[in-house]
C-alpha cells in the first residue's frame, strides 16, 4: 500500500516521529507492527506502529536513526510529501482491549514504541486497564514520550542505565508489582531474555508473559 510522509517531528536526538497518510484504512491492534519500503529499497523493514491501536488512515512511526545504519539514514533524508510503501501489519504482540487484567509494559531503548500504541489506546478508549510502565534507556537524552507519560495517571518508573548511579531494570524493581497482570516486555534481545526471566522467577505465569525483540 502506498503511503505519504504527512510529517516528521524529532523526538530526541537520534529518533524521528514520521506521520504517515495511507491510500487506505487499515485496522491494527495496539503493538502490531509493518514493513516500510523506501523508493528504491527493495527490502522493507520492520517497525512498530506507535500510534494507537484501531481503523486508521494515518499512521505513526517512531524509529531511532544509526548513523551506521543504511535503512534508517535513508529514513533520515525523507521529507514531508515523500512517498513509502506500507506492508502489514503484522504480529501476535499486541494487547486485546476483551481483556479486564491491568497491564504492566516493559520497556528497553525505542521499544517504547510499540508499547506507547497500547499506553496510547487504553488511555483514548478510557479502559479501566491500569497501566504500569517501566522504561529503560541509556541517558535522559534518550527518553521518549516522557512528558506524555507523565501528564497521565499511570505508574511511571524510569531507569537510566547510563546516567550517574544510573543501574538496570531489575528483581528489585518489578517485585512488587500485580502479578495477575498482563506483561508486555519489548527492546533489544538480551533486555527482553533477562526481564522475561526476572518475571518467572517472580511466579508470574509465562501465559501472562509477551514478549518482542527487535534489532537494528
Do not use: W
Not at 23 to 52: A, D, M, V
Not at 97 to 104: E, F, H, L, S
Not at 106 to 133: C, Q
Not at 164 to 172: D, F, I, M
Request: no cysteine; net charge positive; hydrophobic share 30%.
Amino acid at each position: 500500500m502506498k503511503g505519504k510522509i504527512k510529517d516528521i517531528k524529532q523526538e530526541t536526538h537520534d529518533t524521528k516521529r514520521f506521520t504517515i497518510t495511507l491510500e487506505k484504512e487499515i485496522e491494527h491492534k495496539p503493538g502490531q507492527f509493518i514493513k516500510l519500503t523506501l523508493p528504491k529499497k527493495y527490502i522493507g523493514r520492520p517497525f512498530s506502529i506507535s500510534s494507537k491501536g484501531g481503523k486508521h488512515k494515518e499512521i505513526e512511526l517512531t524509529i531511532k536513526l544509526y548513523a551506521d545504519g543504511n535503512f534508517t539514514q535513508k529514513l533520515n533524508e525523507l521529507k514531508k510529501g515523500d512517498e513509502v510503501e506500507i506492508d502489514g501489519p503484522y504480529g501476535h504482540f499486541y494487547f486485546d482491549d476483551k481483556t479486564k487484567k491491568d497491564v504492566v509494559l516493559i520497556a528497553g531503548g525505542t521499544g517504547i514504541s510499540a508499547l506507547h500504541s497500547i499506553f496510547r489506546y487504553i488511555i483514548d478508549k478510557k479502559l479501566k486497564n491500569k497501566i504500569t510502565l517501566f522504561y529503560s534507556a541509556k541517558k535522559e537524552e534518550d527518553l521518549v514520550y516522557k512528558e506524555e507519560f507523565e501528564k497521565e495517571d499511570i505508574k511511571l518508573h524510569i531507569n537510566l542505565t547510563r546516567e550517574k548511579n544510573g543501574r538496570r531494570l531489575n528483581k528489585e524493581d518489578l517485585k512488587n508489582v500485580n502479578k495477575d497482570s498482563l506483561f508486555f516486555i519489548v527492546g533489544p534481545n538480551e533486555f527482553v531474555k533477562d526481564i522475561a526471566e526476572i518475571l518467572k522467577n517472580l511466579k508470574i505465569k509465562e501465559e501472562n508473559i509477551k514478549t518482542e525483540i527487535y534489532g537494528r
